[in-house]
């Protein structure tokens, strides 16, 4: 299979369904059902990846960023109170994010909030720790990232983090923060991409980083394992969309970094319409590879389904959950 054809998507920071362009050049690109296939080899390959990866840094406004190449997409809120990350991105890649935070100025790191548990997410946590930040999380990725986790799509079973390593203040439904003048609001989805997702909103900025409920411009990971749902993540959609208006910089955990709500609106148009022809589907009765055959996506895959989680796998994702 050839590299596809992406002239609006980067070819990094893609880590957990999705390899990125360091990974691509030293080891050439899998079809989508090599790569679920090897799961277990994919996140160690993802991992070696992350080693060597590029870090672009994407200048929002009122002194936030957003950082593409380590695992998610990570926003950056600079400042006198130190720097404030949302996400941790994946440990390895270390070496470059430290190099384009201290790009954006001197400050110490003085607090990392994580979206959810998964690894190119939580990854970094130990050495941001170390490094200065108080780790702040839904009590459910808490949870996640101290136990061994399995997550069953990837046949693979994730290590607890080092206690330090692990959010140290955790919330059940909302905490808000003020740092470095800006007022920070995070909000409890409820089960979406996993049961811990929280998105985060700079309040006069107009910044909302959505986490993994939102993957821009490809069809996303459900991780059934540990508590999501195609209709969670309609859900989170539909309280992205709330909380947005117009002129909103919608910070995505995949895909391009830099949204907007037009971009999210059709993200989640995209998962309805799915969501409803594969139930119809199941309700007539056919099997899963039969819906699969029938192409519920098609209308969507060329521009959401170019990507690792290809059309048939994400049909396969949402069955499970209608």
């Known amino acids: 299979m050839g590299t596809p054809e992406l002239p609006s998507l980067s070819r990094r920071g893609f880590c957990l369904c999705c390899v990125g362009g360091a990974f691509a050049a030293t080891t050439g690109w899998l079809t989508p059902r090599q790569a679920f296939a090897e799961a277990r080899g994919l996140v160690s390959l993802i991992k070696d990846s992350a080693a060597t990866s590029p870090i672009t840094t994407y200048k929002l406004r009122n002194n936030i960023s957003v950082l593409e190449g380590s695992g998610g997409n990570i926003a950056v809120l600079t400042g006198p109170d130190g720097k404030l990350l949302v996400d941790a991105g994946i440990g390895v890649s270390r070496p470059q994010l430290t190099k384009a935070l201290a790009e954006l100025g001197k400050e110490p790191i003085a607090h990392l909030i994580n979206t959810h548990w998964h690894f190119d997410?939580?990854?970094?946590?130990?050495?941001?720790?170390?490094?200065?930040?108080?780790?702040?999380?839904?009590?459910?990725?808490r949870k996640h990232l101290s136990v061994v986790q399995r997550v069953e799509d990837w046949d693979y079973n994730f290590l607890a983090l080092p206690a330090s390593a692990v959010p140290a203040q955790v919330f059940a439904k909302e905490h808000d923060l003020k740092v470095?003048?800006?007022?920070?609001?995070?909000?409890?989805?409820?089960?979406?991409?996993?049961?811990?997702?929280?998105s985060v909103m700079f309040t006069e900025a107009n910044v909302l980083h959505a986490g993994d409920t939102y993957w821009n411009g490809i069809y996303p990971f459900i991780d059934y394992s540990t508590g999501g749902s195609i209709n969670g993540m309609i859900t989170a959609s539909d309280a992205n969309l709330a909380a947005a208006n117009n002129d909103t910089i919608v910070i995505p955990g995949h895909g391009k970094p830099v949204s907007n709500k037009a971009e999210l609106q059709a993200f989640r148009d995209m998962l309805v319409a799915i969501r409803d022809?594969?139930?119809?589907?199941?309700?007539?009765?056919?099997?899963?590879?039969?819906?699969?055959a029938a192409k519920p996506t098609a209308a969507f895959d060329a521009n959401f389904g170019q990507f690792l989680v290809d059309p048939g796998y994400f049909t396969r994702l949402v069955y499970e959950g209608v």
């Not at 470095?180 to 929280?198: C, E, F, K, V």
């Open 121 to 141: 997410h939580a990854d970094g946590n130990e050495w941001l720790q170390a490094a200065g930040a108080k780790i702040i999380a839904h009590e459910n990725t």
């Open 180 to 198: 470095n003048g800006a007022s920070i609001a995070m909000r409890y989805y409820g089960p979406a991409h996993t049961d811990g997702d929280i």
């Open 277 to 292: 022809n594969v139930g119809n589907l199941k309700k007539q009765g056919k099997s899963r590879d039969e819906i699969v």
